[in-house]
């Protein structure tokens, strides 16, 4: 292809100098012979000229004879009076014309060329602004490249996912040394999935591979792939495999995978996904078209394994699927490591202590929970970040942002008092039940009235029936502390019963808790995808309406009956919880250790 077009161009340009060439000798045959216009004055008075054509500025004859092997002529004209002057001092003279062709032709080119100028570029920042960027480059790929000083990343600065970086260390190794790590056959993996929620460090550890292994990182996100016209998402795809083949050994890191690779005739919606499944058409294409032993490795990340097409996830394409999951106390004790090397930590700052309070956290909320905390450093002008600026910064990750300026009446006060020490009490004195650090009485967040905060201090990965149910009595600590109190009920229960309801449900329905309904699961996993913000999938119901009313039965037993222990609880403790309330009331805000106080009056659970 490139042969062609130089020849072609070659062409073009013999062309060009052959219209020249004739062009020149056309008008040599064509040009007259100018003379000056004292000889034109002699000619005429030797008669020698046959006939003359005058114009505005020039006058055009013929001779009778020829002169100088030329028969016609042409002068430009000269003012008689100053010719007569000249031919009495005997000068030979001739006149000029002065040119105005080129100021005439710019005159007409620049203005039309501004205009057209400023037309272009104007429409050509439309065109950026929607997303075209030209047609021409439409169907190129438009993935950030780095070269390996460019990355910056390396597995030291990834921590907390040990498991993960060795699975890729071997992609290192075959990278770097390609012929060594095959020597038994072996090949490397096409494609390697790396899955997990939001914030486990899958981006950073796709660089990372690309920092250790010194090879270029093509980057580009899985929506960059999709624009207006159908086809174009296709060619990107090839022509991104085809950089990656130029610059190999390369790594190719397609981020957020779902959304190029959702699996075809899912979601069906009007109007189809023509553009998307092309797409996705090629990339497969591509995964079975490339050899791994040139070098060029695809990475991609995704939190939404469940909808990807399983043809992209066969043996062949995506070989291998690494999970980064939230990281466990050890994994966050490393992270917080890897955080805290550009803050200035003061000495009763211990990361282990750290970790122990920020349990389900991922890497990218350590990360926001260490800045959050120097932050809060900053704010008080101090001169390093305490223990307590971290646990500050908790606080407000997982509380929110403290609303002071939120005036609450007395009574409100009253009541919110009541319903926060009421989760505290029922926390202190049911066994099992997580440590609370914090209650307090300032509203916070969007409607937090008050907040009782209670962090788990080892991760857990199983829970047994008693367990779930004192998370439940924890919950609806609050309304039975209103309930003894005031005899009376707010709204500000609401979102304690829906989760005690969703933990009820979930015992009954999911985990085969009840003796009547038995070991049945009649409701599928409702968190469709990775993390806990997911999205609800659709429920498919597999029972009749006869066992729905048993589960629904089932699940207000279950909430009922602890209820009732909570509200025998807090009567048996009456004394305390109005203590308690009354010094929320003064301090507004209580932490463990004055909470420990409470604890040691409490009565046990019946």
Same mark, same amino acid.
């Given at each position: 292809?490139?042969?062609?077009?130089?020849?072609?161009?070659?062409?073009?340009?013999?062309?060009?100098?052959?219209?020249?060439?004739?062009?020149?000798?056309?008008?040599?045959?064509?040009?007259?012979?100018?003379?000056?216009?004292?000889?034109?004055?002699?000619?005429?008075?030797?008669?020698?000229?046959?006939?003359?054509?005058?114009?505005?500025?020039?006058?055009?004859?013929?001779?009778?004879?020829?002169?100088?092997?030329?028969?016609?002529?042409?002068?430009?004209?000269?003012?008689?009076?100053?010719?007569?002057?000249?031919?009495?001092?005997?000068?030979?003279?001739?006149?000029?014309?002065?040119?105005?062709?080129?100021?005439?032709?710019?005159?007409?080119?620049?203005?039309?060329?501004?205009?057209?100028?400023?037309?272009?570029?104007?429409?050509?920042?439309?065109?950026?602004?929607?997303?075209?960027?030209?047609?021409?480059?439409?169907?190129?790929?438009?993935?950030?490249?780095?070269?390996?000083?460019?990355?910056?990343?390396?597995?030291?600065?990834?921590?907390?996912?040990?498991?993960?970086?060795?699975?890729?260390?071997?992609?290192?190794?075959?990278?770097?040394?390609?012929?060594?790590?095959?020597?038994?056959?072996?090949?490397?993996?096409?494609?390697? !999935?790396?899955?997990?929620? =939001?914030? +486990? %460090?899958?981006? &950073? $550890? @796709?660089?990372?591979?690309?920092? #250790?292994?010194?090879? /270029?990182?093509?980057?580009?996100?899985?929506?960059?792939?999709?624009?207006?016209?159908?086809?174009?998402?296709?060619?990107?795809?090839?022509?991104?495999?085809?950089?990656?083949?130029?610059?190999?050994?390369?790594?190719?890191?397609?981020?957020?995978?779902?959304?190029?690779?959702?699996?075809?005739?899912?979601?069906?919606?009007?109007?189809?996904h023509d553009e998307r499944e092309q797409?996705?058409?090629?990339?497969?294409?591509? !995964?079975?078209?490339?050899? =791994?032993? +040139? %070098?060029?490795? &695809? $990475? @991609?990340?995704?939190?939404?394994? #469940?909808?990807?097409? /399983?043809?992209?996830?066969?043996?062949?394409?995506?070989?291998?699927?690494?999970?980064?999951?939230?990281?466990?106390?050890?994994?966050?004790?490393?992270?917080?490591?890897?955080?805290?090397?550009?803050?200035?930590?003061?000495?009763?700052?211990?990361?282990?202590?750290?970790?122990?309070?920020?349990?389900?956290?991922?890497?990218?909320?350590?990360?926001?929970?260490?800045?959050?905390?120097?932050?809060?450093?900053?704010?008080?002008?101090?001169?390093?970040?305490?223990?307590?600026?971290?646990?500050?910064?908790?606080?407000?990750?997982?509380?929110?942002?403290?609303?002071?300026?939120?005036?609450?009446?007395?009574?409100?006060?009253?009541?919110?008092?009541?319903?926060?020490?009421?989760?505290?009490?029922?926390?202190?004195?049911?066994?099992?039940?997580?440590?609370?650090?914090?209650?307090?009485?300032?509203?916070?967040?969007?409607?937090?009235?008050?907040?009782?905060?209670?962090?788990?201090?080892?991760?857990?990965?199983?829970?047994?029936?008693?367990?779930?149910?004192?998370?439940?009595?924890?919950?609806?600590?609050?309304?039975?502390?209103?309930?003894?109190?005031?005899?009376?009920v707010s709204t500000g229960a609401a979102?304690?019963?829906?989760?005690?309801?969703?933990?009820?449900?979930?015992?009954?329905?999911?985990?085969?808790?009840?003796?009547?309904?038995?070991?049945?699961?009649?409701?599928?996993?409702?968190?469709?995808?990775?993390?806990?913000?997911?999205?609800?999938?659709?429920?498919?119901?597999?029972?009749?309406?006869?066992?729905?009313?048993?589960?629904?039965?089932?699940?207000?037993?279950?909430?009922?009956?602890?209820?009732?222990?909570v509200l025998t609880l807090l009567r048996?403790?009456?004394?305390?919880?109005?203590?308690?309330?009354?010094?929320?009331?003064?301090?507004?805000?209580?932490?463990?250790?004055?909470?420990?106080?409470?604890?040691?009056?409490?009565?046990?659970?019946?």
């Open positions: 292809m490139e042969k062609t077009t130089q020849f072609n161009v070659w062409y073009l340009i013999a062309a060009v100098l052959g219209v020249f060439v004739v062009q020149y000798f056309w008008n040599e045959s064509q040009r007259v012979e100018p003379i000056p216009y004292s000889d034109f004055e002699r000619a005429l008075r030797e008669r020698t000229i046959d006939e003359i054509m005058i114009g505005e500025r020039v006058i055009r004859g013929r001779f009778k004879q020829p002169h100088g092997g030329r028969s016609e002529f042409v002068t430009t004209r000269v003012d008689p009076e100053l010719a007569a002057k000249l031919s009495a001092a005997g000068v030979r003279y001739n006149g000029i014309v002065e040119s105005t062709i080129l100021r005439d032709v710019l005159s007409w080119i620049l203005p039309v060329a501004f205009f057209f100028g400023v037309w272009m570029l104007v429409v050509r920042k439309m065109a950026d602004r929607q997303g075209f960027g030209g047609l021409m480059p439409v169907g190129k790929s438009k993935a950030k490249v780095y070269v390996e000083t460019e990355t910056k990343a390396t597995f030291a600065d990834v921590a907390g996912v040990d498991e993960a970086k060795e699975e890729l260390k071997e992609v290192v190794e075959f990278l770097k040394a390609p012929d060594v790590h095959g020597r038994l056959g072996a090949r490397i993996p096409k494609g390697i !999935l790396l899955v997990g929620p =939001p914030g +486990t %460090g899958k981006t &950073l $550890l @796709a660089r990372a591979v690309a920092g #250790e292994a010194g090879v /270029p990182f093509l980057s580009i996100s899985g929506s960059e792939f999709i624009e207006l016209f159908v086809g174009v998402g296709a060619a990107r795809v090839r022509d991104l495999f085809e950089q990656a083949r130029k610059m190999a050994p390369a790594i190719i890191f397609i981020d957020e995978l779902d959304a190029l690779g959702k699996a075809r005739g899912a979601f069906p919606v009007a109007g189809g797409t996705l058409n090629q990339l497969l294409v591509e !995964l079975d078209g490339f050899d =791994p032993s +040139t %070098g060029v490795v &695809l $990475l @991609a990340a995704t939190n939404r394994p #469940e909808i990807l097409d /399983p043809a992209l996830l066969r043996a062949g394409r995506f070989d291998r699927q690494v999970l980064l999951d939230r990281p466990d106390k050890a994994g966050r004790v490393q992270i917080l490591k890897v955080h805290v090397r550009k803050v200035k930590l003061a000495a009763d700052v211990d990361p282990e202590a750290v970790a122990g309070i920020s349990t389900g956290f991922t890497g990218a909320d350590l990360a926001n929970l260490v800045n959050e905390a120097a932050l809060i450093a900053t704010r008080r002008k101090a001169e390093s970040v305490s223990l307590a600026d971290f646990t500050a910064a908790i606080e407000r990750i997982v509380a929110g942002l403290e609303k002071r300026n939120r005036l609450l009446n007395p009574m409100e006060r009253n009541v919110v008092a009541h319903h926060e020490i009421g989760h505290a009490l029922v926390a202190l004195a049911l066994k099992g039940s997580e440590v609370v650090h914090k209650v307090s009485i300032i509203p916070r967040g969007i409607g937090a009235l008050g907040y009782t905060i209670q962090r788990p201090t080892e991760d857990r990965y199983l829970m047994q029936r008693a367990e779930l149910e004192t998370k439940i009595a924890v919950l609806l600590g609050g309304r039975a502390a209103e309930v003894i109190a005031f005899g009376e979102d304690d019963l829906a989760k005690a309801t969703d933990i009820a449900r979930s015992m009954v329905a999911r985990y085969g808790m009840d003796e009547t309904l038995g070991l049945i699961v009649y409701e599928s996993e409702r968190q469709a995808f990775l993390g806990p913000g997911g999205v609800p999938s659709a429920l498919e119901r597999h029972f009749s309406e006869a066992t729905a009313r048993e589960i629904d039965e089932a699940v207000k037993r279950v909430v009922h009956q602890v209820f009732e222990r048996a403790n009456r004394a305390v919880l109005e203590q308690g309330a009354a010094a929320l009331l003064e301090k507004e805000t209580m932490d463990e250790a004055e909470l420990a106080r409470f604890a040691a009056r409490l009565l046990p659970a019946a």
